[in-house]
């Protein structure tokens, strides 16, 4: 399973891409309100420091408009995936993109019908918001699973699950047994998947035993 990050922070994309374990970033346009940074700046940054998928957000509502702004932002670099939202014109130019070569990434899915017409659209991934599903009371993994089967019956369909709106590490967990492709997560959830208390005891017993054995692997 891949694993993106969801953020525009830099110096968080910076610190955590050094584990090796960021095959990409995902962005919005609240993400990018909330930088409080140039929209083009912050993606020229962020290709600098992730040479996988970088998902940039169109923001017209009309294809021909969205069309504009997705090749101005495709120019930006090669790994730029652009992001439509799920709407009959996000689709419409989802299919010019992808018949282009140009990678998609459709957002805001909330029903297994959208992301069925996602992937006949030629999208590169499908982001259901399971977060924002569960906020209204409803399962938001129930929707990964229903994906995953429609695309696992049609195997020509290409379009990677890329579960979004994740809140917590569970949800991560779970998207993993479902078979997601890819899970997009905030930096601190991330930096959770690290831990468990076990693993901080017994690395302070191992500590205290081999100060014991007064060796040290690397002589001075
Ligand atoms: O990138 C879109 C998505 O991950 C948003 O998450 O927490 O605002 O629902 P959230």
């Not at 930088?35 to 962020?46: D, H």
């Not at 996988?52 to 790994?79: C, Q, R, W, Y």
């Not at 959208?114 to 599903?133: D, N, Y």
């Amino acid at each position: 399973m891949k694993i993106f990050l969801d953020t525009t922070d830099i110096t968080a994309i910076a610190q955590l891409s050094e584990t090796g374990l960021v095959d990409g970033i995902t962005t919005n346009p609240s993400l990018v309100a909330k930088s409080g940074q140039n929209f083009e700046v912050l993606l020229r940054e962020i290709c600098t420091l992730i040479k996988g998928p970088v998902s940039a957000e169109v923001t017209a509502p009309d294809h021909a408009t969205m069309l504009k702004e997705a090749f101005h932002l495709a120019k930006i670099a090669p790994n730029i995936v652009i992001k439509v939202p799920m709407t009959q014109e996000g689709l419409k130019t989802c299919k010019v993109l992808s018949d282009q070569n140009i990678m998609v990434n459709v957002t805001l899915c909330f029903s297994a019908l959208q992301a069925l017409l996602a992937a006949k659209a030629g999208a590169t991934f499908i982001s259901p918001f399971v977060g924002r599903l569960d906020d209204i009371g409803l399962d938001g993994l129930d929707l990964i699973a229903d994906i995953r089967e429609i695309y696992d019956n049609y195997p020509a369909f290409k379009t990677e699950i890329l579960v979004a709106s994740i809140r917590n590490p569970a949800h991560v967990l779970a998207s993993a047994k479902l078979g997601a492709d890819v899970v997009t997560i905030p930096p601190d959830i991330f930096s959770k998947m690290f831990k468990h208390p076990l693993t901080d005891i017994g690395l302070d017993i191992f500590e205290k035993d081999w100060e014991k054995t007064k060796q040290q692997i690397l002589k001075a």
